[in-house]
């Protein structure tokens, strides 16, 4: 008998027991589904965060003062006595390196800024003329700071497109004075809407010249230093040469972390690859939940069939045809109940979207192929047991069964 | 030649610490184109002894020969592969797939042979029109009276043209008309060349039969050797 008949027999048993098979299937379903989505709701947030970070920039380092590690691992209190970055830091690197385009000593603090009667405690971000072009940022209306503006420590300001909403609402600000802690800082320009970016309303900043922000902060020690490479590929020899020119000045001692955005992203990648398997695995236990549906209905299907099983012996089917018939059985619930859940794997990670925003999902379709691969490999698994108890059966029993 | 030979053919029944026996010493051989009948009230052995007979069980002690092959020599397989070229097998409660057609039923035996699938339907078509059910092709057993459903059994035990045809109590469920019509399908058929080998309690069939083996209590008291 050849197996295209043998998937007839099986087709017309399924067909013949509708509800049965759906119920059966419903538990692959489910499991095939929820395996998907938790693997496309894991792609989607890698995705998200690297589309995130690119959209700050890209061959960006971040250089902080103190030693922490990406990596993990402690380091004695004792051993750093942090010293500071400082504006100077920032220029030697970007004239030293060849790798490096460009290097913005930053400065953030709080500070109350106000206009008229309307005042606001604000993020405000002390950065040199090319911050807005490392971070993909760009100007609404007037101009971004400027490098004179840098060198000659003027009192501009420039507002991010909330701090401008809350302060002038329709009204023009450009030309305005707005007083910025004891300070009065002439409004330059108006960044154009970017949005909360990992967690970083970039709205809701005002942009001074560093050289202003270390007068009204009266500090020199900096936040960071963003520094802009020239290409990917020079990403390591950029590091090291941030390395040597910081440990030349800071006697020799690395107390100082460069971060790359890579990364970043690497570690992210990383964290959100563990919790992808784990819940991955977790919905896997649901698909072998269903397998073993499968089983159950099967070996009840082979009990009913006791006496078409003796039939079909006695009329010359070899072991192999009847296993065969089961297995098909049982593989066939397994392989369209997984190909259910795909389906609606598909419909919800479209959906989703629509209604949780915050929730980006990715259909990979590496997960697809496993996941019907696994549900195949549950039906064979859960199948066998039924098939071979049914091939097995002696004829005359099974002829006598009632 | 002879198609079935046996010798001290023994068949105890053991239930837990009760020994039955179902068959002694059974001695008989059946020739080619011979029409068997074999008789005894119901509890005899009969059945047991056409079970044994097409291979879908066993005995305990003694020796039957099929076609020159010893049966207790083979394996599984192998006596699925003779009982599928060699025997057909129609049973007293006509044991029909119900969730199959007249006519899959019928195809059954062939697809186990592997004939292709237009083969199987000119035979198939063919058998059903001289039996005469062709009309009932496409309906299920259930639909049909007993002797229509004993003519749809009988055809799928001669689809493949086996040489032995072993029939239980073909008629028993039938009523005396349709019981006749079935044994003139088989004394047709053994025209035709096949051996039969028939078990039944009903004289008159038996009386149709070349040849009587009568059974009581297990043991042969006519017919063997």
Known sequence: MDVIEVIRISRDSLMGNRVRSFLTMLGVIIGVASVIMLISIGEGARSYIGRELGNLGTNILIVVPGKTSAKGGFHPPAATTVRKLVYDHARIIKKRSRHIQDAVPLILGASKIKYLSQSRDNSVAGVTETYFEIRNLSVESGRFISASDVDSRRKVCV?????????????????????????????????????????????????????AAQELFDTDSLFNITIKVRSASEIDAAKEDIRQILMKRHAG?????????????????????????????????????????????????????????????????????????????????????????????????????????????????????????????????????????????????????? | ????????LEKIFQAESVETIALRNINFNVKEGDFVAVMGPSGCGKTTLLNILGMIDNWNTGSYFLLGQDVAKLKEKQRTILRKNHIGFVFQNFNLIEELTVYENVELPLQ????????????????????????????????????????????????ANPPLILADEPTGNLDSRAGKEIIEIFKRLNEEGATIVVVTHEKDIAEEAGKIITIRDGVCQSGCY
């Open chain 1, 159 to 211: 507002l991010g497109r909330t701090v401008k909403n809350d302060l002038f609402g329709d009204k023009n600000a450009l030309g305005a004075l707005a007083a910025i802690g004891d300070g009065k800082y002439r409004v330059i320009g108006v960044m154009e809407k970017k949005g909360v970016t990992l967690g970083i309303d970039f709205d809701d900043i005002v942009f001074i010249p560093t050289t």
């Open chain 1, 253 to 402: 001692r690395e107390d100082f972390t460069i971060m790359s955005q890579d990364e970043m992203v690497a570690v992210m990648g990383k964290i959100l690859n563990i919790m992808t398997a784990v819940l991955a695995g977790i919905a896997a236990i649901s698909l072998v939940v269903g397998g073993i549906g499968i089983m159950n209905i099967m070996l009840v299907s082979v009990r009913e069939r006791t006496r078409e099983i003796g039939i079909r012996k006695a009329l010359g089917a070899k072991n192999r045809d009847i296993l065969l018939q089961f297995l098909i059985e049982s593989v066939t619930l397994s392989l369209i109940g997984g190909t259910g859940g795909i389906l609606l794997a598909g419909l919800l990670s479209f959906v989703i979207p629509y209604f949780v925003e915050f929730l980006p999902t990715h259909l990979a379709l590496w997960s697809i192929v496993v996941a019907f691969l696994f549900s195949a490999a549950v039906g064979i698994f859960f199948g066998v047991y039924p098939a071979r108890k049914a091939s097995l059966y002696d004829p005359i029993k099974a002829l006598r069964y009632e």
């Open chain 2, 1 to 8: 030649m002879n198609i079935i030979e046996t010798s001290g």
């Open chain 2, 112 to 159: 186990y042979l592997g004939w292709k699938k237009k083969a199987r339907q000119e035979r198939v078509t063919a058998l059903l029109e001289k039996m005469q059910i062709a009309h009932r092709s496409n309906m299920f057993p259930l639909q049909l009276s007993g002797g229509q459903q004993q003519r749809v059994a009988v055809a799928r035990a001669v689809v």
